[in-house]
């Protein structure tokens, strides 16, 4: 027997929760679907800026986590060649929306207040997407139980190897060669580090920290590693050590702050992203079926805007989409097959309404993300002095510009 939702979410993940819970507040009921039996708590932290927290205030949690962290007030860039201080930026600079705000949000927290929000039953776990097929005005998603949904709405949210961005035509995110390592370190004690983000570079690698609260402190470290290195990712305890000996000229505090980490942090993740010019040419929504999040932008962690488009996609996706449900349930329709085609074109408008809106911006962070990556890991003598005498302040100023942007409240007017 199929099971019939207005609008069905593959994914629980932030661009999922987000979408999700924007929809409640419009009185929108939606159904998340989860492969795994519980949310997905990778990453341990995120980079949550201005753009971001205008997001989360859309939807009416940034109060509820702005408690629960510090704000960072600044990025000091340093030479892990020399150990010398490159350049710093304060991040109290005035935007063109308004004040800035940064934050180190731990993950765990911030899905949590999504899903805390959620009416009881909006996410489904252990529900895993096998097939998508066409039925008419609706999609049928087949999960691996067996089980078949029939979806108005269906939102692909379910990251990098996205079934439903699969479906709508995208390529698989290509490989960039670099890999990364993430981790938190907890303190029994206060930390004594000031609220800033710290950045070591040189040499193809780049590490930084950044305190999450007065306990934790988030920690990062990218590299492009050779076919030897690569051997190392099934081992976290030679992981860990490869890593403390490459870290370079940093702070013993630094340095504690890895050696502090637990063993089970050292993951070697690959990093991936999308080809920009596959959101100007393909097809970021189709009829009712569309994507978000890392589905629909998959980026490097460069300029740690990931999450934060993740946010944004969700805000915007739920007002689009939003405003197409609730004009259909306005409207008077004669006949189920004049309502089943009116309804159709409607979410199919404010799908293309929210494609329209996400594509640029999507390809800008894609864009720009690669770009800083390559810089800030390029170990020619040539790069090197450019980036060390000139690079480093324009990406530095760049990440500010990229989070000086408002996508909006979940009601256009």
Same mark, same amino acid.
């Given at each position: ?120 039953? @909006? ?12 039925? *008419? ?8 139980? *067996? ?79 050779? +076919? ?16 403390? +000996? ?14 502090? @980490? ?24 189709? *009829? ?48 189920? *097959? ?76």
């Amino acid at each position: 027997m199929q099971q019939v939702e207005d609008v069905v979410i593959v994914g629980a993940g932030i661009s999922g929760l987000t979408t999700a819970l924007g929809l409640h507040r419009l009185g929108i009921r939606s159904l998340v679907l989860e492969s795994f039996d519980t949310l997905r708590i990778t990453g341990f932290a995120l980079g949550i800026w201005t753009n971001a927290w205008r997001a989360l205030d859309a939807i009416g949690v940034g109060d509820h986590l702005r408690q629960q962290h510090h704000t960072v007030v600044g990025n000091v860039v340093f030479s892990r060649i020399s150990g010398l201080q490159m350049f710093k930026v304060s991040y109290k600079a005035k935007g063109k929306h308004g004040d800035h705000e940064v934050r180190c949000v731990k993950r765990k927290l911030l899905l949590e207040a999504l899903a805390s929000e959620l009416p009881s039953g @909006t996410i489904r776990f252990s529900s895993k997407v096998v097939s998508i097929e066409e039925s *008419g005005y609706f999609k049928l998603v087949h999960l691996a139980d *067996g089980t078949i949904l029939k979806a108005k709405v269906l939102v692909g949210c379910d990251g990098v190897n996205s079934v439903v961005a699969k479906w709508l035509g995208f390529k698989p995110p290509v490989f960039t060669g670099r890999s990364a390592i993430r981790g938190c370190a907890e303190f029994k004690s206060s930390h004594e580090f000031d609220p800033m983000l710290m950045q070591y570079l040189g040499n193809g690698v780049r590490s930084g920290t950044v305190p999450c609260d007065d306990k934790n402190v988030y920690w990062f470290f990218s590299w492009s590693p050779s +076919s030897q290195e690569k051997e190392l990712e099934g081992n976290p305890a030679q992981l860990k050590q490869y890593m403390l +000996s490459k870290l370079g000229k940093v702070s013993d505090e630094v340095r504690a702050v890895v050696e502090n @980490t637990n063993l089970d942090a050292f993951i070697s993740s690959p990093l991936r992203y999308g080809h920009p010019w596959e959101l100007l040419w393909g097809n970021i929504s189709k *009829g009712t079926v569309c994507v978000a999040g890392d589905a629909l932008h998959p980026m490097t962690p460069d300029i740690a805007q990931g999450g934060c488009a993740a946010l944004e996609d969700g805000v915007v996706l739920a007002r689009c989409l939003g405003e197409a449900l609730l004009k259909n349930r306005r409207q008077e329709i004669r006949n189920e *097959g004049e309502q089943g085609k009116e309804e159709y074109k409607m979410i199919e408008r404010g799908l293309n309404k929210y494609a329209s809106e996400r594509k640029w911006r999507s390809f800008d962070l894609i864009s720009a993300a690669y770009v800083v990556g390559f810089i800030q890991e390029a170990h020619g003598k040539i790069m090197t002095f450019l980036r060390n005498k000139f690079f480093t302040p324009i990406l530095a100023g760049l990440l500010l510009k990229k989070a000086d942007y408002d996508c909006g409240k979940l009601r256009s007017s």
